[in-house]
């Protein structure tokens, strides 16, 4: 089982840049598929990005494909989500979360565990 964290998010103008974290805990951050997702006031939760256990794949939901980033440091149990460009049609709280197995997934039902989110506002 793994214990997932999230911080980094807060109130930024539209064009700016923020960078989230996920720090993990409990068993080792390696042994997952991890992802991004957010939810919009009013919305459903939505897949933002991907990265595989050691990092080889990452996946894109399209909205953001050119503008965000993510990457692990499984040294430091770590997954980041470089936010560029920010637009307020980006203003969620965003999750993290992990899953096991070998195909990465972006569904929802994809990944157990779950982070308790972070707010990021993009002001225009």
């Known amino acids: 089982q793994v214990q997932l964290v999230e911080s980094g998010g807060g109130l930024v103008q539209a064009g700016g840049s923020l960078r989230l974290s996920c720090a993990a805990s409990g068993r080792t951050s390696s042994s997952y598929n991890m992802a991004w997702f957010r939810q919009a006031p009013g919305k459903e939760r939505e897949f933002v990005a991907h990265?595989?256990?050691?990092?080889?794949?990452?996946g894109y939901a399209d909205s953001v494909k050119g503008r965000f980033t993510i990457s692990r440091d499984n040294a430091k149990n770590t997954v980041y989500l470089q936010m560029n460009s920010l637009k307020p049609d980006d203003t969620a709280v965003y999750y993290c979360?992990?899953?096991?197995?070998?195909?990465?997934?972006?569904?929802?039902?994809?990944?157990?565990?779950w982070g308790q989110g972070t707010q990021v506002t993009v002001s225009s």
């Open positions: 979360a992990a899953a096991g197995g070998y195909q990465l997934s972006s569904s929802l039902s994809g990944y157990a565990y």
């Open positions: 990265i595989s256990k050691i990092g080889g794949r990452t």
